[in-house]
């Protein structure tokens, strides 16, 4: 049955049944109560873990949360506790909370800005991989049948008097129990808080409804903000021999370090790029858990401590200052979007293409942008930059980002109902994704190599964020990064470069592979690609330019007179 005709017949249902009429506050108290008890097993669940003695005094301090929580609700709530008022809020709140728990039992995912920033600029292909039936099992009962109650309800009001003695007890009570619940277990909070400030980002709804109504703040600033050069001086030599530099940026998607086998996996994940002469930097981090921050934070300046989306909206990102440089750039995508990087660049989209060898169901595999690279090769002349944006491992639905000659790896997952999988199945189709993506980057290679008669090539790789694959009960990605496990954080990060382009560059391989087991993070790539591409200005940072150690010096004109010493003695 649909859900509009379902959700009209449950109401007709209530409306038969002539529910026992409440007042707007018992209404308001009694959902506080059902979303501290059944919306919020992600925060139940850690909290019983995290606090497990069980003696009376314990007991009593873990309800004491359920009532404070229930008090602290109840005191939201009731300015709304109106009879035309309340209702609509109700179910808002309901509607929410049961997206919310959904998402955080099934998948383990907390709740702040930057996930509703992830959701908010979630496409349709990505966002109907998670409305799965159990999602809709889900809405459906925890959703849709508190919704209806809530409605069906009739509601009742008091004299003038009585109400006003009511509403003044209701809120009395609500902080009666939040003042006694923190005077007689406050060491047990201060402990339990202190040592878990996660805890904030589970509580459901609030953590939610806060982390939305800030990211809704936060667009309106950026976009009033006006657009800043960075910059005054964005300058780079021609080449000497006239020969033309071409640099392929590959923003992977979803893809963990650990399950690479040139960083010493135990599956061959990666066998064409360990054919391929590719330098791996193994102990990468990336700048954020979701694409929606880590992209826009890649092409920033700011660095992932000073970084915040406002600020990187309102100012010129490493795109701007190469093409200030007098370089072609062209941002291919097959992800949701650039969010917001390639606004003032040239821009082609996989769906544009929509190439039926690669494309179906509104989906495109990452070869439809590897042909677009190909042809843009094949008539390029100048100075480029290409950025190539993966649709990668992007889950839950893994089992379609690769196809039947590169899945190495079975039985697989073939649903995205990643949690109703086996670990081994789970695995598999994630390690069969990485395959795919040894696939596409060394197709970019071969395409490069192809042109190095004509041009100086190379490509980087990084992966914007890593994945969770169930170890801890957790899934996917987005968790706050102060909280999230290493497998959401450590990235892949690649580089390769043609023989033209090391000896224009005077970038020795020996260097790049005595280098590559150092600590690097997402804020080297802003600085890395400014060195490959020769462009002096003053935002440029040697000591966060990857490459620097290893090229002859003499290359940047801004290096120190020490620091080029140093260099020059490299073989």
């Known amino acids: 049955m649909p859900i509009p005709s379902l959700f009209r017949a449950v109401m007709q249902r209530l409306a038969a049944m002539r529910l026992p009429a409440l007042h707007p506050l018992a209404l308001a108290i009694i959902t506080a109560a059902l979303l501290v008890l059944f919306y919020n097993g992600q925060l139940w669940t850690a909290v019983f873990g995290w606090w497990p003695g069980r003696s009376a005094g314990d007991i009593a301090f873990l309800a004491s949360i359920g009532l404070v929580l229930t008090a602290a609700f109840a005191l939201v709530l009731q300015p709304f506790a109106f009879p035309r008022v309340l209702k609509p809020v109700l179910v808002f709140i309901i509607l929410a909370a049961a997206g919310v728990s959904y998402f955080a039992s099934t998948y ?328 795919y993506t040894d696939h596409i980057l060394a197709d970019i290679i071969d395409a490069l190599t192809r042109v190095s008669d004509r041009f100086d090539t190379a490509m980087f790789y990084a992966s914007d964020h890593g994945e969770s694959l169930g170890e801890s009960g957790l899934y996917l990605h987005g968790l706050p990064y102060m909280f999230a496990p290493d497998e959401q954080k450590h990235v892949p990060m690649l580089f390769w470069a043609s023989s033209g382009y090391r000896e224009a560059s005077g970038l020795d391989r020996g260097c790049l592979a005595r280098e590559a087991g150092n600590a690097y993070s997402h804020d080297n790539i802003f600085h890395s690609v400014l060195g490959l591409f020769d462009i002096r200005t003053e935002v440029y940072d040697g000591e966060l330019d990857m490459f620097a150690p290893c090229r002859h010096a003499g290359k940047l004109a801004e290096l120190p007179v020490e620091q080029a010493a140093e260099r020059s003695a490299l073989p």
Not at 168 to 193: H, T
Request: glycine share 6%; net charge negative.
């Open 108 to 435: 383990g995912v907390m709740i702040d800005r930057s996930m509703i920033a992830n959701v908010a600029e979630t496409d349709a292909h990505e966002a109907g991989d998670l409305m799965n039936l159990s999602f809709l099992w889900h809405m459906a009962v925890y959703a849709l049948l508190p919704a209806a109650l809530i409605i069906a309800v009739p509601l009742r009001r008091y004299g003038l008097k009585r109400e006003m003695l009511q509403r003044a007890g209701a809120v009395a009570a609500s902080l009666l129990v939040i003042a006694g619940s923190a005077a007689f277990f406050y060491q047990d909070y201060a402990v339990l808080v202190r040592g878990h400030r996660e805890m904030r980002f589970m509580i459901n709804p609030s953590a939610a409804l806060y982390a939305s109504f800030r990211h809704a703040t936060a667009v309106p600033s950026a976009m009033a903000s006006e657009f800043r050069s960075i910059a005054a001086t964005v300058e780079r030599d021609a080449a000497g021999d006239g020969r033309r530099t071409v640099i392929v940026l590959v923003v992977g998607e979803t893809a963990r370090a650990d399950h690479f086998s040139l960083n010493g996996y135990g599956r061959e994940t990666t066998p064409l790029l360990a054919a391929r002469d590719v330098t791996s930097f193994g102990e990468a981090r990336s700048c954020a858990t979701s694409t929606a921050e880590s992209v826009p934070c890649m092409f920033s300046d700011l660095g992932r401590a000073d970084y915040s989306s406002s600020e990187a909206a309102s100012r010129e990102n490493l795109l701007d200052l190469v093409a200030r440089a007098d370089i072609d750039v062209l941002w291919l995508e097959n992800n949701s979007s650039c969010k917001g990087v390639c606004a003032r660049v040239p821009t082609r989209t996989a769906w544009e293409m929509s190439d039926p060898a690669y494309c179906s169901g509104g989906e495109c595999l990452d070869d439809v942008l590897v042909d677009q690279l190909k042809f843009a090769l094949a008539r390029n002349e100048r100075d480029l930059l290409v950025v190539f944006h993966q649709i990668g491992s992007h889950g839950p639905a893994y089992y379609k980002r690769s196809t039947a000659v590169y899945r190495a790896f079975a039985p697989i997952c073939e649903t995205s109902e990643i949690q109703s999988c086996s670990q081994e199945e789970l695995v598999n189709t994630y390690d069969n994704s990485i395959r």
